[in-house]
């Protein structure tokens, strides 16, 4: 198990990004945003009648019923939800050789982590500017997703800088991306 | 990285701005627009690894310097909003970007012939 991780460090890298203990915390996180999400989206649906809201009144319920929640056929926390599970499983999939031997499987979770954390800021721009309210859990939502980021796009290097390489040195770019090189 | 840490605080404020001291309309608009992005864009600047991205808020900051006069502010809408522009100016820039540990970093994309060779 050493060996093999001590083998899976890109070249010129310190360490593996595709790594467990660089893994596993991204997924831990993606989690409570998960839990988060389907909480509000479970509000918006019905199935619960309040929301927590411990400092902006009826700040989180103005957000959450309004328009702008509703433009896409699923509401806003649902599509939120559903990132934060792709996030977890684009992160959970495949072993520490990853970046090299699944390159589409990381560049995929980085098209999961990246949009997501960039959506939760359009909208906690959006929501004090049209409704003129703050939601705690919209926001908490977004500062989970901005955290990902960082956290996450160093084994999406890795898995560019290996298809460049092979790119560099003759090699089918497709295979690469699938593994098959 | 104190300089992004300083900003991200600054956005932060930003947002909160309206609220503490009182003012709506343009002003609050603007902050409230402006805050997020640079205090995301001040938080990812902390990070080695997108620590690229610290230009963004030098539009952010120019943008702060000059709505107060543009959309008229009020007394202290146009201070806060000064004041956390000109930081802005002058402390986006600040910190060295060096990935030397992550195979030389972004740019190796964009210069192939610089990426470390396979052992």
């Known amino acids: 198990m050493?060996?093999?991780?001590t083998a899976s460090v890109p070249p010129g890298w310190q360490g593996n990004p595709s790594s467990w203990p660089q893994r596993l915390p991204i997924i831990g996180v993606a989690l409570v945003g998960f839990a988060i999400a389907t909480y509000l989206a479970l509000y918006q649906y019905g199935v619960v009648d309040t929301v927590w809201e411990p400092f902006f009144g009826d700040g989180s319920e103005n957000v959450l019923d309004s328009k702008l929640s509703r433009v896409l056929p699923v509401s806003d926390a649902t599509l939120g939800a559903a990132g934060y599970l792709a996030d977890a499983v684009t992160g959970?999939?495949?072993?520490?050789?990853?970046?090299r031997t699944q390159p589409w499987i990381v560049i995929v979770f980085g098209f999961a982590v990246g949009p997501l954390g960039l959506t939760s800021i359009l909208l906690v721009i959006a929501q004090p500017v049209l409704y003129d309210s703050f939601c705690t859990l919209c926001m908490t939502s977004a500062a989970i997703s901005l955290a990902m980021i960082p956290a996450a796009v160093d084994e999406v290097l890795a898995?560019?800088?290996?298809?460049r390489r092979?790119?560099?040195?003759?090699?089918s770019l497709w295979a690469a991306f699938w593994g098959r090189s | 990285m104190p300089a992004q840490v300083v900003l991200t605080i600054g956005g932060l404020w930003l947002m909160a701005a309206p609220a503490v001291l009182g003012y709506g309309d343009a002003a609050a608009v603007s902050d409230r627009s402006a805050g997020p992005v640079m205090a995301a864009i001040a938080f990812l600047s902390i990070f080695t690894i997108t620590r690229g991205l610290r230009w963004l808020n030098l539009p952010v900051g120019l943008w702060l310097v000059v709505a107060p006069w543009l959309l008229g502010f009020p007394a202290d809408a146009t201070v806060s909003s000064t004041v956390v522009g000109v930081a802005a100016?002058?402390?986006?820039?600040?910190?060295r970007v060096d990935q030397s540990r992550y195979g030389g970093g972004w740019r190796t994309l964009f210069h192939p012939d610089r990426l470390p060779s396979e052992e």
């Open chain 1, 2 to 5: 050493a060996s093999e991780t």
């Open chain 1, 92 to 99: 959970l999939l495949f072993g520490v050789a990853r970046w």
């Open chain 1, 159 to 163: 898995s560019l800088q290996h298809l």
């Open chain 1, 166 to 171: 092979v790119q560099r040195r003759g090699g």
């Open chain 2, 89 to 95: 100016l002058a402390l986006a820039w600040v910190g």
